[in-house]
């Protein structure tokens, strides 16, 4: 039941996102984030998702600001009032009722999200910080076996590219195949588009992959010098204030960036290109939640290295050894 009632927070925080501005299913997606948070902690949460829930259903708080509206959102709602639409004269006197209070009511919500975030994890069966330890590894786990299948991409891609040389190579010795059925299905244009296409896939959905794993570039010229714990620090620090930040600016503006594709229906600006352009502009925010699952895994294991037992720090110390391999030092 924990683990539904994470899923439950996890499938508002998309509706809320996904939900127009305006609507009344916002403040139910809101009440359900809240909702399903809540029951995570009194039944016990399940690691692996309670992190993930309360970090996602965060997101589409700040993304959405179900409180305030745009100028543009609201001459949109006058309009529909305009037209005889009672819902959005009741909408368009909510907001601007609300509008002096709404950053305030943000940061309420902000701070009552964190607390029933940590009340939960007071509540875990194994104990606060070897629920967290395990969290990490499931969410590590996740993102690793999502990398792994993004890079399973790799082939059809090396596929697609030696068609497309082949074929092009073939038409010098027969111009009269471009007249075919097959030649307008897979024109070059499209395999060329489906190669970028299938790249940007791949290391989109690798992001996080990488970074569990530690394989990102980093400037060691001063982190190699500093202790153990300093390290951490900075590791735990370098997420929260700015890998998280940079990943929700990211999917913020690439989820409305998707949206407004798919409802012009963008297609390729080529004639003979392919359509649906919206799907892969769609994994550009999926590629940093990716990424801000793993920030969330290293953030987790961070902790639990600078304020766990002893008997933890072997296995929360991925991030405080020397990237040039040698081991962890001492943590005091």
Same mark, same amino acid.
């Given at each position: 039941?924990?683990?539904a009632?994470?899923?439950?927070? $996890?499938?508002? +925080? /998309?509706? @809320? !996102? &996904?939900?127009? =501005?305006? #609507?009344? *299913?916002?403040?139910? %997606?809101?009440?359900?984030?809240?909702?399903?948070?809540?029951?995570?902690?009194?039944?016990?949460?399940?690691?692996?998702?309670?992190g993930?829930?309360?970090?996602?259903?965060?997101?589409?708080?700040?993304?959405v600001?179900?409180?305030s509206?745009?100028?543009?959102?609201?001459?949109?709602?006058?309009?529909?009032?305009?037209?005889?639409?009672?819902?959005?004269?009741?909408?368009?006197?909510?907001?601007?009722g609300?509008?002096?209070?709404?950053?305030? $009511?943000?940061? +309420? /919500?902000? @701070? !009552? &999200?964190?607390? =029933?975030? #940590?009340? *939960?994890?007071?509540? %875990?069966?194994?104990?606060?910080?070897?629920?967290?330890?395990?969290?990490?590894?499931?969410?590590?786990?996740?993102?690793?076996?999502?990398?792994?299948?993004?890079?399973?991409?790799?082939?059809?891609?090396?596929?697609?590219?030696?068609?497309?040389?082949?074929?092009?190579?073939?038409?010098?010795?027969?111009?009269?195949?471009?007249?075919?059925?097959?030649?307008?299905?897979?024109?070059?244009?499209?395999?060329?588009?489906?190669?970028?296409?299938?790249?940007?896939?791949?290391?989109l959905?690798?992001?996080?992959?990488?970074?569990?794993?530690?394989?990102?570039?980093?400037?060691?010229?001063?982190?190699?010098?500093?202790?153990?714990?300093?390290?951490?620090?900075?590791?735990l620090?370098?997420?929260?204030?700015?890998?998280?930040?940079?990943?929700?600016?990211?999917?913020?503006?690439?989820?409305?960036?998707?949206?407004?594709?798919?409802?012009?229906?963008?297609?390729?600006?080529a004639?003979?290109?392919?359509?649906?352009?919206?799907?892969?502009?769609a994994?550009?925010?999926?590629?940093?939640?990716?990424?801000?699952?793993?920030?969330?895994?290293?953030?987790?294991?961070?902790?639990?290295?600078?304020?766990?037992?002893?008997?933890?720090?072997?296995?929360?110390?991925?991030?405080?050894?020397?990237?040039?391999?040698?081991?962890?030092?001492?943590?005091?």
């Amino acid at each position: 039941m924990a683990v539904a009632a994470s899923l439950l927070t $996890i499938i508002a +925080a /998309l509706v @809320l !996102v &996904l939900e127009p =501005v305006g #609507a009344l *299913g916002t403040f139910y %997606a809101v009440g359900a984030i809240f909702l399903g948070l809540v029951a995570a902690g009194a039944l016990r949460p399940r690691a692996g998702l309670h992190g993930a829930a309360a970090l996602l259903g965060w997101f589409a708080l700040v993304i959405v600001q179900p409180f305030s509206i745009t100028r543009q959102q609201l001459n949109a709602l006058r309009r529909e009032a305009k037209a005889g639409n009672a819902e959005a004269e009741a909408l368009i006197a909510f907001y601007e009722g609300l509008e002096p209070y709404a950053f305030w $009511i943000m940061l +309420a /919500l902000s @701070l !009552v &999200l964190v607390a =029933v975030y #940590a009340w *939960g994890l007071r509540r %875990a069966r194994e104990g606060t910080f070897d629920f967290l330890l395990d969290e990490s590894a499931r969410l590590a786990a996740f993102c690793q076996r999502v990398g792994i299948a993004a890079a399973l991409l790799f082939a059809p891609m090396m596929i697609i590219i030696v068609y497309d040389v082949v074929q092009r190579k073939y038409l010098g010795w027969d111009p009269s195949f471009t007249d075919t059925a097959w030649y307008r299905t897979f024109t070059s244009t499209k395999l060329q588009e489906m190669q970028w296409h299938l790249h940007a896939v791949l290391f989109l959905m690798c992001f996080g992959y990488a970074y569990v794993k530690d394989a990102h570039v980093r400037i060691e010229l001063v982190r190699d010098t500093l202790r153990a714990r300093t390290r951490v620090w900075v590791e735990l620090l370098g997420t929260l204030l700015f890998m998280l930040p940079y990943c929700f600016v990211v999917i913020e503006y690439g989820i409305d960036n998707a949206m407004r594709s798919f409802e012009m229906g963008e297609r390729s600006s080529a004639q003979t290109g392919l359509e649906y352009r919206f799907v892969i502009k769609a994994f550009l925010p999926l590629g940093f939640v990716m990424l801000a699952m793993a920030a969330l895994s290293v953030a987790q294991k961070c902790v639990v290295f600078l304020f766990g037992p002893e008997r933890l720090r072997p296995a929360a110390g991925a991030f405080a050894a020397s990237q040039h391999g040698a081991p962890a030092p001492a943590a005091n």
